[in-house]
């Protein structure tokens, strides 16, 4: 599926099932709860707080599929191609750190080369 088709599959299920967008103030605020539910997995599963018996049955990737749902919605609200957009991000950051991280010493291992 391509971002184009995820953002028309959303709009279709959106005015089947959704009755209409939540205002975009709500779903930025829908937005950063599901951000929120991807951290608190993040920070359990790979970070040192352990996990309630609350947190054992969140699915992290049902959870981002959340967050890109909502952006997805947001993106549609406010006339925005997500293919687009990424396509056009994708080229401004290879221009501006063709070499950035390259040069980053915190980023070389103790051999002088790239993880």
Not at 22 to 44: H, K, Q, S, Y
Not at 64 to 93: H, P, S, Y
Request: contains cysteine; charged residues 35%.
């Amino acid at each position: 599926m391509t971002i184009k088709e995820a953002q028309q599959q959303v709009d279709e299920w959106i005015k089947t099932y959704g009755v209409r967008y939540f205002d975009e103030l709500t779903n930025m605020a829908i937005l950063t709860e599901e951000v929120g539910e991807v951290a608190r997995i993040m920070a359990r599963t790979y970070g040192d707080q352990s996990f309630k018996k609350s947190d054992r049955e969140k699915d992290l990737p049902d959870e981002m599929a959340d967050v890109l749902w909502v952006l997805i919605c947001l993106a549609n609200q406010t006339g925005i191609d997500l293919e687009d957009a990424f396509r056009k991000n994708l080229e401004k950051k290879t221009r501006r750190d063709a070499t950035r991280h390259k040069q980053n010493p915190k980023l070389t291992d103790t051999n002088g080369t790239n993880q």
